[in-house]
């Protein structure tokens, strides 16, 4: 854990915190809505499907999460690091996460600035990812999950900050316009009669660390408050008798359209039929795109779509952090003789404080 961050337990009332170097990460407010609309388009995107698909406006997510507080929108937070770090001037780092619907897992969006703008950007990356650990932790959040660009300096300082390689996956675009097929045999639009089967599909087909990783599939999201959007979906089912052979999601925008798919590894040569049916659906062009990420574990459907005219579009890293880990949970203090008449409790943090000698003994 970065120097610091045992300050936690003493955070301002505003949520701000003391971490690395005498900078101070805070929670985004209205004073910030200049500057982070007009360095914005400088900072780096994570979240490829929700950029494509809606557009990367992190300054109207961060709005919508501040007048919402955070029940829609993004959770963003700021990150002043000091002078001496910014070359005497004053500086402002903006990072993003996207909580998921499942409530306890969140996305990294978005980070401010690139790492090659500023010599204090790589340390400013760290400050703020471990501000988010720790806001995590103190909202329950299990998982922090970061779709990062193949790229090696991002992926090193992603690691430093605690989270840890998953899974590799290669986006695959098609932005030409095709004939509509025929809907295959056995192909099924899903209903929740499905979900069991679509369940024991990922089982089987998908690792068990990137499973837990993973985005939800949409069959698997629960409840969650969400504004009203132009988002399109459909979902479909490949059966053969009681076993779901593959699972299709086509979620689509005014803006572009993006194909999920989980596949079992026997028939994917033969998902030909199934993908042409669903890009007829989408009707790709170059004006909206249609998206396809498919995972290095399910490599044979990248063939696959490369028969059907897609074309490679980025090279991305899955990781992911564990905000849990980070924060100080509270522990039963045990007394010989008064454990069943008194009941003490003290945070694990407090071991650490100063005035606790390095035996254990109070320090007067």
Known sequence: MAPGWQTMATASPEGALPVHGGSVAR?????????????????VFFDLRQSLLHGASPL?????????????????????PPLERSNGQPRRAFCQVLPRPDGVSWDLSFLYPALDQASWASRSWLDQLQYMMVLGGQRQVERLCARAPEDGAIEETLRSAGLCVVGREEVFCLAQSVKHAPQPKGLLRMTWEHRQAVRALRQAVQPRLRRQAERLLPCD????????????????VWQV????????????????AWLDAVVRPEVRAE?????????GLAEPSRQRPLYCAVPDHSIGLGWVLRTLSFEAYRRQSLLV????????????????????????????????????????????
């Open 60 to 80: 109207a997510s961060a709005l919508l999460g501040l007048v919402t507080h955070q029940h829609w929108g993004a959770i963003t937070c700021v990150h002043e």
């Open 221 to 236: 999201e629960v409840a969650y408050p969400q504004p009203s959007s132009a988002v399109t979906r459909d979902e479909f």
């Open 271 to 279: 998902m030909a039929p199934h993908l042409c049916y669903l890009i």
């Open 321 to 364: 952090g564990f905000p849990l880990a980070r924060v100080g949970v509270r522990r039963p203090m045990v007394i010989p003789g008064l454990e069943g008449s008194v009941d003490i409790g003290t945070p694990v943090q407090g071991i650490s404080r100063p005035g606790v000698g390095p035996n254990g003994g109070l320090c007067h």
């Open 27 to 43: 929670p985004f407010a209205l004073r910030d809505v200049t500057a982070f609309g007009r360095l914005a388009s400088q900072g």
């Open 241 to 256: 008798g009681d076993q779901a052979m593959a699972y299709l999601s086509l979620s689509q925008t005014r803006r572009a």
